[in-house]
Structures are given as structure tokens and as C-alpha cells.
């Protein structure tokens, strides 16, 4: 699974630098904006055996360039990447005691994207979609944690599973599939979007082998962002 995972991630990349040179087939365009983002996540880790939990909320900051290559038919066609930092983790639910317990982990995250708009290109409203790979680096992770946190609370815990307290991240590296649904506006100040996505992990946390606490350790993650850019190149019409 990681290995297949990861060869889909990688072959994701590979379509998307290749886009700007394979596909003018329609009206030629060589815009470059960038600019910043600002969102908000909300985070839970697929366990396997599974641990309950609540989503766990944060907020995100990144950089954003968008390159758009063509305008075919009514469809604005553009690659974008971003780098982010985002703080995900978990937050457990644990109905047992009255233990609570919330992990922090910290990322890097660089989102390949292809995106297609349909709308105003200059002044006015665009509706647009992306969708790409995603990579990532966990910088750091930390934990909060109340309660008795004895031997016979953990006892109680559902599947009798508790090691992951006391296990630090394993695999800094993160990478997985991301989507998203947006509106932009397009003014003479700049571009100004909205915007809703989803990422799924492909990989894990920790690792996934036999003699391993946990078969799946992945994130998934609902994001809401603000994004402003400003145009460097802009083609001439």
C-alpha cells in the first residue's frame, strides 16, 4: 500500500510539470500570480485498531504560485504549487474515565496541483476545481494530555489500545492526494479566493507491518482557506 501509494503521488507530479508543454491546444496564456494563504483545519487520524475521535481544529498559513498555461474553450487551465504549515494530529473522545488527551503534529505541506476555471479571467467571478498530490514533513509534534492516565483507565480504553501516548511520530514523511472546490474574485488589486478542500493520506504516522501496534496510522483532513494573489506576468490580450 505505501509503495503503491507513493508511486501514484510521484506519477501525479510527473503529469502536472509536464502539463504547461503537452497541452496548447487552445488560446495561450503565460500568466504567473502569487501570493498568501490563510485557513483553517480540521484533522482526525484513521487508526487501525480504530480510536475514537472529535475533529481537531487549527489554523494554516502557507505561500501560493499559480502559473496558468491555456485558456481552452471556456476552461482556464493553470498548475499551482503551495508550501504550508499546517498542525494536525487528534483529538481523542475517551467515554471511559475522564482522561482527555489531544496530540499536535506539526507539517510542512507542498501541494502540486492542476486546476481548471470557469468564469470571469480579468474582472468578475470564477468558479474553479484542483486536485493533485501532496507531500509532507513533520517538523515536530507535541502532546496535552489530563487526568489519571493509570493502568486502570487505560484498561478501559476500547481494543485495549493506549501505546500510542507514549509513541513519537515515526514517518516524517507524509504524502497523499488532495481535492478542492473554489470561487475567486478578479479585481485590478489582485485575485482574491475562497475555497473548500479535502486531503487524504496515503501513508502512515507509524509503522504498519505485522509486529506493528497500528495497521493504518493516515491523515485526513478538511481545510478551509483564503488565498490572495497578486499577477507578476500577465498575458497581453
Known sequence: MRKTGFGIVVGWVLLLFCLPTRAQVGEHRTDLAIGVNAGYTMNQVTFEPGIKQSWKGAPALGFTVRYTCEKYFKSLCA???????????????????????????????????????????????????????????????????????DEMTLSLRPNRVYQQYDMPVENKFDYGITAGLGVELNSRIGHFMLEGR???????????????????SANGTIVAKFTYLIDVVRTKK
Not at 92 to 105: K, L, N, P
Not at 112 to 125: C, D, I, T
Not at 199 to 213: C, F, I, Q, R
Open 79 to 149: 498548475v499551482q504549487m503551495e508550501v504550508n504549515y499546517a498542525n494536525l494530529g487528534w483529538k481523542e473522545v475517551i467515554e471511559t474515565s475522564s482522561d482527555t488527551y489531544e496530540r499536535d503534529v506539526h507539517y510542512i505541506q507542498v501541494p502540486f496541483l492542476a486546476r481548471m476555471g470557469w468564469g470571469y479571467e480579468r474582472k468578475g467571478a470564477m468558479f474553479y476545481c484542483v486536485a493533485g498530490p501532496q507531500l509532507g514533513f513533520c517538523i515536530g509534534d507535541n502532546d496535552r494530555r489530563s487526568g489519571a492516565f
Open 198 to 216: 479535502y486531503y487524504y493520506a496515503l501513508g502512515d504516522m507509524y509503522g504498519n507491518g505485522k509486529k506493528d501496534v497500528f495497521g493504518r
